[in-house]
């Protein structure tokens, strides 16, 4: 068996999920972690002292890496990157943090990254190198419907038209015109991560907060050739 040390070498992806205000139906916090080698998932409470008490092991297939946990706590949702491309989708034992195997659901393609929207009843997936943006709905016992609801295979995928990006140090998002580009110059400024595609973005900051909601308005200084960002009015 592989050493503590070995295997956090290993680490792809951490999932958290925890009692901290927003999971009351979580009893502890609990840490997963997807290995990617091993094709397995690791289970890990965590300590008041911080210390990560491992757990079981529960096997998801070869090259899992992206994880994400829903709203509720209850599933957790991991995407293999191997050939067949699935989601696995696991119920969390709210008392103990185990993982429960669910359902195997196909994928569009090898996700880098895949998150729930607020609701969590939708996953979405993107995949740079396959220029594909999908969104799969989720049904209310957590299983991932095999169709998605919308799938983009255009490239550059940074041109697509209402593509909102979160923004590093701050839990903001921006809705970006499709004529400009993903990349933002600056010293240690806001700087784009990963994106979802919608219509449209209406998030509330906690600036606005108690406001209503607000979206970030992306304007491009052509003559200066810089971009910046300024709040503007939600489009309800």
């Given at each position: 068996?592989?050493?503590?040390?070995?295997?956090?070498?290993?680490?792809?992806?951490?999932?958290?999920?925890?009692?901290?205000?927003?999971?009351?139906?979580?009893?502890?916090?609990?840490?997963?972690?997807?290995?990617?080698?091993?094709?397995?998932?690791?289970?890990?409470?965590?300590?008041?002292?911080?210390?990560?008490?491992?757990?079981?092991?529960?096997?998801a297939a070869n090259v899992v890496m992206p994880?994400?946990?829903?709203?509720?706590?209850?599933?957790?949702?991991?995407?293999?990157?191997?050939?067949?491309?699935?989601?696995?989708?696991?119920?969390?034992?709210?008392?103990?943090?185990?993982?429960?195997?669910?359902?195997?659901?196909?994928?569009?393609?090898?996700?880098?990254?895949?998150?729930?929207?607020?609701?969590?009843?939708?996953?979405?997936?993107?995949?740079?190198?396959?220029?594909?943006?999908?969104?799969?709905?989720?049904?209310?016992?957590?299983?991932?419907?095999?169709?998605?609801?919308?799938?983009?295979?255009?490239?550059?995928?940074?041109?697509?038209?209402?593509?909102?990006?979160?923004?590093?140090?701050?839990?903001?998002?921006?809705?970006?015109?499709?004529?400009?580009?993903?990349?933002?110059?600056?010293?240690?400024?806001?700087?784009?991560?990963?994106?979802?595609?919608?219509?449209?973005?209406?998030?509330?900051?906690?600036?606005?907060?108690?406001d209503g909601d607000d979206v970030l308005d992306?304007?491009?200084?052509?003559?200066?050739?810089?971009?910046?960002?300024?709040?503007?009015?939600?489009?309800?």
């Amino acid at each position: 068996m592989k050493t503590f040390a070995t295997l956090m070498r290993r680490i792809t992806v951490v999932a958290m999920a925890s009692l901290a205000g927003s999971a009351p139906a979580l009893s502890a916090t609990f840490v997963y972690v997807s290995n990617a080698e091993d094709g397995d998932i690791g289970v890990y409470r965590m300590l008041d002292s911080g210390e990560l008490q491992p757990g079981a092991r529960v096997k998801a297939a070869n090259v899992v890496m992206p994880m994400t946990v829903s709203p509720d706590r209850r599933f957790l949702y991991a995407a293999s990157r191997s050939k067949p491309y699935l989601v696995h989708v696991y119920s969390i034992d709210s008392g103990t943090g185990a993982l429960t195997k669910l359902s195997d659901s196909p994928l569009a393609e090898s996700f880098p990254y895949i998150s729930l929207d607020k609701s969590g009843r939708y996953l979405f997936g993107a995949s740079y190198g396959g220029h594909v943006i999908s969104v799969n709905a989720v049904g209310a016992d957590g299983r991932v419907a095999a169709e998605p609801l919308q799938i983009r295979l255009r490239p550059h995928a940074g041109e697509r038209r209402d593509l909102p990006v979160q923004l590093r140090r701050e839990d903001r998002q921006a809705q970006l015109e499709h004529t400009i580009g993903l990349h933002d110059e600056g010293d240690d400024g806001p700087a784009p991560l990963h994106h979802v595609q919608r219509q449209q973005v209406s998030v509330c900051t906690e600036r606005a907060a108690g406001d209503g909601d607000d979206v970030l308005d992306r304007r491009q200084d052509r003559a200066a050739d810089r971009s910046e960002l300024g709040d503007g009015p939600a489009d309800r």
